[in-house]
């Protein structure tokens, strides 16, 4: 009973069209979020620079570096794809806006 209304919903939505202000906004929330990860990659790895590890066992030393590099790799991580899609909605919004006004005309 239950699956005939989930199927029914799934049927009546409509997908909205993308506009330029909406690839826009999301282009500027995603280099937000991309720059304020840059920021936190940033101040984490000088942390871990102006801290090292004290040990003299070499597994600790290689333990500690291993997740060092991890932490800050993860961030560059979702920064750079933060970036990537930043770049990709602006392209996507300035196609939008070609796309429009030469239709125009």
Known sequence: ??????TQQAETQVQVQPTPLRCITGAVISGGLGYAGYSLMIAIATTFATKPI???NP???NIGSAV???VVGVIALGTGIFGIVALGLLALG???LVQQFTQKS
């Open 1 to 6: 009973m239950s699956d005939k209304n989930l």
């Open 94 to 96: 300035v196609q939008l």
């Open 54 to 56: 004290h040990s003299d």
């Open 59 to 61: 597994m600790v030393v």
């Open 68 to 70: 060092r590099t991890l």
